[in-house]
């Protein structure tokens, strides 16, 4: 339920009412039914006749993770008027870009100024949030509303740290979950579920890990991206893997882009060393173990990542009877104390993190070497093992590092990932 005291809660967003509480809006604000002609209004999905309300009437099964529609509410939105003040001096990053870097980031403005959207086709660990920092201190200083976002929560809490440390602009960080309550502000950070909320809010979105899931042929998530952004507004994708979408709209000339296959500190992308090993949910082999054991008597952290959810449990188990060498925690996607292991990891107060897939892009630990049981697994696709390898050689102290995947063959995808890495690696020595 809304807070009506407060106009500047309905700028560009879809604030839910009860009919009973809509005669206390302004006279500003726009109100439609919640579910209109058996749409959701929120999430644009259609209502299958079985959600219906035991008092009679229909709800949102698709958003009601989000607070639950039905056909007694309705959604109140007031135009964006960007309202806000202006900061002539929002950026207080004193670092630099590389020449590279700053290639791709006058490419950045150059679509700012002339209204196209853009993708930025990076390695990982180029420095892509870094590259950002002029096109949004224009557009912050042009006092166009920003929304930055990305399809995990893991990514835009790695966000939150770096666009903190580089602006004193004020910001609202957006998730389920959050701890932040809505207030208007001109720029947001957001996972992409979020963005649901808004309509024709934002001159820019920078959408970042644009091939990643849950948002990657999503349409629901695509469709309110789109529907947040204002009619002259502009998407800026940020990726390191690029999936069937972009390549489309590349084709289609639809997007401009920039490519930098160099990560900053000018050293190449790990690449994988192999390992064959069988049955290791029975028994994980003594020179799993052995590894574990030496990267952490080498003081160098690691991620072990796992295919499935249950199999954080297994290895932590099978640890946990044969060593206590080792601090090791583990997480995954429904984990509700995740973000506090990520950040214990970050701490370096553990030697390593058992996890799935949820870590494989967006996140940032320095100096850390990767493991990978089961590797030839369906779930380790060709763009997410190659997101899993950028996990490595980040710190410009250690910008090298292990990448090791174990596994009983050699799969196309696996494969097909050595030679992306490969490619990116000789193009990048080009430069």
């Known amino acids: 339920m809304a807070n009506n005291t407060d106009e500047s809660l309905l700028y560009g967003r879809l604030v839910v009412y009860h009919s009973v509480d809509c005669s206390g809006l302004t006279e500003k604000a726009d ?16 209502i299958s006749p079985k959600w219906r309300l035991q008092m009679g009437g229909q709800y949102c099964w698709h958003c009601a993770n989000m607070g639950r529609l039905t056909t007694n509410d309705f959604l109140a939105t007031i135009k964006e008027p960007n309202d806000f003040i202006t900061n002539d001096n929002p950026c207080t990053w004193k670092g630099k870009l590389t020449s590279l870097q700053q290639m791709v980031s006058d490419d ?21 949030t870094e590259m950002l920092f002029p096109m949004l201190t224009l557009a912050i200083k042009q006092g166009k509303r920003i929304a930055i976002v990305a399809p995990r929560v893991d990514v835009i809490i790695e966000l939150k740290i770096r666009i903190e440390a580089a602006f004193n602009v004020p910001f609202v960080v957006l ?5 932040d309550e809505y207030k208007y502000t001109q720029l947001i950070l957001a996972t992409t579920h ?5 309509k024709q809010a934002f001159d820019v979105i920078v959408l970042d890990e644009a091939d990643a899931f849950p948002y990657s042929e999503n349409q629901m998530l695509i469709k309110s991206v789109n529907r947040s952004l204002k009619e002259t507004g502009i998407i800026f ?5 690029l999936n ?45 173990i052995n590894q574990m054991i030496n990267l952490r008597d080498k003081k160098i952290k690691f991620l072990v990542f796992v295919p499935e959810v249950k199999d954080v449990a297994i290895v932590m188990n099978q640890l946990k009877s044969i060593t206590t060498k080792l601090k090791i925690l583990g997480t995954y996607a429904a984990d509700e104390t995740r973000l506090e292991k990520v950040q214990a990891m970050r701490e370096n107060s553990i030697d390593g993190l058992i996890t799935t897939t949820i870590l494989e892009r967006g996140v940032t630990f320095l100096g850390i070497d990767v493991l990978i049981l089961g590797g030839d697994e369906p779930v380790f696709s060709t763009t997410t093992l190659i997101q899993i390898a950028g996990r490595c050689g980040r710190s410009i102290d250690r910008p090298t590092g292990l990448v090791r995947i174990y596994v009983q063959e050699r799969t196309k995808q696996l494969v097909d990932a050595i030679s992306e890495i490969h490619y990116l690696n000789s193009l990048g020595k080009t430069l």
């Open 175 to 179: 998730y389920g979950g959050t701890e």
């Open 244 to 288: 069937a979408s972009l390549k489309k709209m590349i084709k289609r000339k639809q997007l401009l882009l920039s490519m930098l296959p160099l990560r900053f500190h000018g050293q190449p992308l790990p690449n994988f060393s192999v390992k064959r090993i069988a049955k290791w949910r029975e028994k994980l082999p003594k020179r799993v």
């Open 31 to 46: 109100i439609e039914p919640a579910i209109n002609n058996g749409y959701c209004g929120r999430c644009q999905n259609k």
């Open 237 to 241: 994708y940020l990726t390191a893997t």
């Open 108 to 128: 950045q403005i150059k679509a700012l100024r002339d209204g196209e959207s853009h993708l930025t086709y990076a390695v990982t660990g180029a420095g892509k």
């Open 194 to 198: 979020q963005l649901m909320k808004f």
